[in-house]
């Protein structure tokens, strides 16, 4: 069963548990991760892209990730839930960033929030755990940067960036964060990075020595076969799965085969 509560995370790196957390973004996904042993889920601003079919997580709305956090937390009411900040809900300031958090945890009941930046971004997590919102942090490549980026690639590479990742990371922990997101960064950065915070680092491309992994639970389910990042690993194969189901109804309805003599009201 899943995490329960915010001290589980700490908890878990102290005791060298491995932590996993899957994204989700709608009731019927979440009931099934409710049943499973997956220890967190991440109410993502790469719903946009995954429900939304947006082509980045630029547009998504505080309204969208509300309406997917609440579907969330009605699908897996008992388990520690963290939403995204979306773009630009905590970057033109303090009082915005605690307004915006603040709404997002009162209307959808999630736990924590999450946003992407480091020490630039400091201040901002300070006021959020100050206002008792809970957050996490998010560096290496951070999707709400990807224009500055100019794609999606690893950050963290050489010297210079490896030392200010470090920086980031140790200040985005002395703000007060209770976790720390590391995306598409050299595992052995993220290895050190992991040794030298206390709370706990979740990889997505991070490689093997974070503290933890998330992925996003369409893509490890395998529903978008287009879809084939180096560090993503396919648990299933859903897409072929549901177009094949999908054939099936549609052979059996146009040669009447459904509804069949179980499925009618007499
Ligand atoms: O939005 C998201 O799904 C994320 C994960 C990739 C960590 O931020």
Redesign the pocket.
């Known amino acids: 069963m899943g995490f329960k509560a915010i001290h589980e995370l700490k908890k878990a790196k102290a005791e060298k548990r491995c932590i996993s957390?899957v994204?989700c973004y709608d009731y019927t996904m979440a009931r099934l991760v409710a049943q499973s042993p997956v220890d967190t889920i991440?109410?993502?601003?790469?719903?946009g892209m995954?429900a939304a079919g947006y082509p980045s997580?630029i547009p998504v709305t505080i309204e969208e990730i509300i309406f997917f956090a609440k579907a969330v937390r009605r699908g897996a009411p008992d388990i520690f839930t963290i939403a995204?900040l979306p773009f630009l809900s905590y970057h033109t300031g303090i009082d915005d960033a605690v307004r915006n958090a603040g709404r997002i945890m009162k209307e959808s009941g999630v736990h924590a929030v999450?946003l992407?930046g480091g020490e630039e971004f400091a201040a901002e997590i300070k006021s959020l755990v100050r206002a008792s919102i809970p957050v996490v942090g998010?560096l290496g490549f951070?999707?709400q940067s990807v224009n500055i980026f100019g794609g999606n690639k690893v950050q963290g590479r050489g010297e210079a960036q490896a030392e200010k990742m470090m920086r980031d990371a140790k200040a985005v922990e002395a703000a007060g964060a209770c976790a720390l997101?590391l995306?598409m960064v050299p595992e052995v950065l993220a290895g050190e990075i992991s040794v030298a915070l206390s709370i706990p680092t979740?990889g997505?491309g991070g490689g093997r020595l974070c503290d933890g992994q998330?992925?996003?639970i369409s893509d490890l389910l395998g529903m978008n076969e287009s879809f084939n990042p180096k560090f993503l690993k396919k648990y299933a194969g859903l897409s072929s799965t549901i177009i094949g189901a999908l054939g099936e109804y549609d052979r059996e309805v146009k040669e009447r085969i459904f509804p069949g003599e179980g499925n009618i009201f007499k």
């Open positions: 957390m994204t991440l109410i993502g601003d790469s719903g995954v997580t995204d999450k992407e998010h951070t999707p997101v995306e979740i997505i998330v992925l996003v």
